[in-house]
């Protein structure tokens, strides 16, 4: 299980205005390790924490959906008749999945092209827990959002990835997305997600964890 905190100084040359912004601080999930004290340089200055989490940012299709022939026309037969509470994933790829994130304490967040579909974020989701998928494995925002219309899935995803609560991530998707290497693992449409490409990603998030000192 990976646990990531990450810890920061927050300085302002008004004490009242620092006083000001600290709720909205504690609001997205910081937590406060001092009072208000004055720093080495003269700075009102507060030390708060926030637990991190390494996101997964993954994709249905080609990675938790193979290119199987039955299983995708049976798939599109029911998305055609709107029965989306019949859509099957792969057990052979949700699986491993699962294991890992109960492994790694890592989460997903679903940035499928199924969200510019019919299917609403609800039924996204309920198709993950229909198939074990538990709330712990979700992030807070367990459907990546849009940035806007005109927004591409690497906006969406980047838009997400530089919350203050995310130490690390990855992107699993069966295309070569304009994401860099570092945070990219293309799945093998054919075979869906495989252990390897797990083992891949538990390589990666492992790197990245860093403390910073931040100045407002």
Same mark, same amino acid.
């Given at each position: 299980?990976?646990?990531?905190?990450?810890?920061?100084?927050?300085?302002?040359?008004?004490?009242?205005?620092?006083?000001?912004?600290?709720? #909205?601080?504690l609001s997205?999930?910081?937590?406060?390790?001092?009072?208000?004290? &004055?720093?080495?340089?003269?700075?009102?200055?507060?030390?708060?924490?926030?637990?991190?989490?390494?996101?997964?940012?993954?994709?249905?299709?080609?990675?938790?959906?193979?290119?199987?022939?039955?299983?995708?026309?049976?798939?599109?037969?029911?998305?055609?008749?709107?029965?989306?509470? %019949?859509?099957?994933?792969?057990?052979?790829?949700?699986?491993?999945?699962?294991?890992?994130?109960?492994?790694? #304490?890592?989460?997903?967040?679903?940035?499928?092209?199924?969200?510019?579909?019919?299917?609403?974020?609800?039924?996204?989701?309920?198709?993950?827990?229909?198939?074990?998928?538990?709330?712990?494995?979700f992030y807070?925002?367990?459907?990546?959002?849009?940035?806007?219309?005109?927004?591409?899935?690497?906006?969406?995803?980047? %838009?997400?990835?530089?919350?203050?609560?995310?130490?690390?991530?990855?992107?699993?998707?069966?295309?070569?997305?304009? &994401?860099?290497?570092?945070?990219?693992?293309?799945?093998?449409?054919?075979? #869906?997600?495989?252990?390897?490409?797990?083992?891949r990603v538990?390589?990666?998030?492992?790197? #990245?964890?860093?403390?910073?000192?931040?100045?407002?």
């Open positions: 299980m990976i646990n990531i905190y990450e810890y920061k100084t927050f300085t302002h040359l008004s004490k009242k205005r620092l006083e000001h912004l600290i709720p #909205g601080l997205k999930g910081w937590y406060q390790d001092s009072s208000i004290y &004055i720093d080495d340089f003269g700075f009102f200055s507060i030390d708060l924490h926030i637990e991190q989490k390494c996101v997964l940012f993954i994709d249905i299709e080609g990675v938790l959906i193979p290119n199987n022939e039955s299983l995708r026309h049976y798939n599109f037969q029911q998305y055609n008749e709107r029965k989306f509470d %019949a859509i099957k994933l792969d057990k052979r790829c949700v699986q491993p999945l699962i294991q890992f994130l109960d492994h790694t #304490g890592a989460v997903i967040t679903v940035h499928s092209r199924w969200r510019h579909t019919l299917m609403t974020f609800d039924d996204i989701k309920s198709l993950f827990t229909r198939h074990g998928f538990l709330d712990k494995h807070k925002q367990a459907i990546c959002k849009f940035r806007g219309i005109s927004s591409s899935v690497e906006e969406d995803i980047f %838009a997400t990835a530089i919350k203050p609560d995310i130490s690390n991530w990855v992107v699993l998707d069966d295309r070569m997305l304009s &994401i860099p290497a570092e945070h990219l693992i293309q799945v093998n449409e054919n075979t #869906g997600l495989l252990n390897d490409d797990l083992r538990e390589s990666l998030l492992l790197d #990245g964890i860093t403390e910073h000192y931040c100045r407002l």
